[in-house]
């Protein structure tokens, strides 16, 4: 299989989808593979990291998908990408469908066979591809929250973990899952309130074994609304596999939110569950609403690219060698992550 690694096209998006020690197991394998000229230099892995272990490098977006069969990316395909993308191509990437509809037209009328990280499913319902990003997500999520809730980024002046004769910060995480399960247990060691929503209730008892400063609820909707109000820091991380997330916080109860509160939506790939979302870039990552302000950005861990490219990569590379292969749809889990083929949709949660 001729397997081809773009340089990733979207806003200061620094990842590479597979390190160089992942492509040299492919290269061992028997496959051809090629990256883009640059494609790892954000990440730190220059080319000749990649030509040491057998990796083509090719000069253009244009020769590298042309060259290739399988492509395997990191984030959604773009205008730049787009152009070159053609019918007999398998791609693989997160794509987040939901949320672009008119990506989705595009895929379709070009043809190919789209696989999304996202839906790659397992049969215990675990989302191995979703997961390591995740976790790194609902990391960065607090970081950068806590650095807006400084009083100089226009926050509340609130230190998360409080002081002697001084109040702890107040975050507010829904949903338990990879992302929020990681967003709460950083707040929690910073020191702060932390009260995590799930419908799980296996997951609401890993929350709360975090430690004795961590609540763990059920979201019933006026229960949300009254601790939302007194957060200092939301954190959004509801998912639903392959659909669009849900709006757990309405735009009522951002508005009864202190001035200088912050929200960070995880879920923006998935269109975000705040009612007050729009997605954002690492360019002009926040905005505010009724003063509250929003950090939606839709790669959150492209901030960290090395750290982010080691995990995908371990994460990603035991499915593409699956893929490189002419029955790879012979395992489930691939098979369920299917998104797009032959010009139709063919995930049940796009339909």
């Known amino acids: 299989m001729r397997i081809g690694i773009p340089t990733e096209t979207k806003t200061l998006e620094g990842r590479v989808a597979l390190v160089p020690a992942a492509c040299g197991d492919l290269v061992r394998s028997g496959h051809e593979v090629f990256i883009q000229a640059g494609a790892g230099d954000k990440s730190g892995f220059a080319d000749a990291d990649f030509e040491s272990v057998g990796v083509k490098i090719l000069p253009d977006a244009e020769a590298l998908y042309g060259q290739s069969e399988l492509i395997v990316k990191v984030k959604e395909p773009i205008e730049g990408d787009l152009q070159h993308l053609r019918s007999d191509h398998l791609l693989f990437c997160y794509l987040h469908l939901a949320a672009e509809p008119k990506l989705t037209e595009r895929l379709l009328e070009i043809g190919l066979t789209g696989v999304a990280f996202e839906t790659v499913e397992e049969a215990d319902g675990s989302l191995p591809l979703l997961a390591p990003m995740s976790n790194i997500a609902g990391r960065i999520g607090v970081q950068v929250a806590t650095h807006l809730l400084h009083q100089p980024q226009g926050g509340r002046g609130i230190l998360l973990g409080g002081l002697p004769s001084a109040d702890r910060g107040h975050v507010v995480v829904l949903g338990a899952g990879a992302a929020g399960g990681n967003s709460a247990q950083l707040a929690a060691a910073a020191g702060a309130r932390v009260t995590v929503f799930d419908k799980r209730q296996d997951r609401l008892a890993q929350m709360m074994a975090i430690g004795p400063n961590v609540t763990a609820l059920y979201p019933y909707i ?35 939110m202190e001035d200088g509160s912050v929200v960070v939506d995880i879920s923006v790939d998935q269109g975000g569950c705040f009612e007050t979302t729009r997605p954002t870039t690492y360019a002009d990552p926040t905005y505010k609403v009724d003063g509250v302000t929003h950090f939606a950005v839709t790669n959150m861990p492209g901030a960290v690219p090395r750290t982010s490219s080691q995990a995908l990569s371990a994460a990603i590379l035991p499915y593409v060698q699956q893929m490189a292969r002419s029955d790879w749809e012979q395992r489930q889990s691939l098979s369920k992550g299917v998104n797009v083929r032959n010009g139709k949709v063919v995930h049940p949660a796009l339909m």
Do not use: N, Q, W, Y
């Open 222 to 256: 006026e229960t949300v609304g009254d601790f939302v109000a007194k957060a200092d820091m939301v954190i959004g991380a509801v998912l639903v596999t392959g659909a669009r997330a849900p709006h757990v916080v309405t735009r009522e109860m951002i508005s009864s």
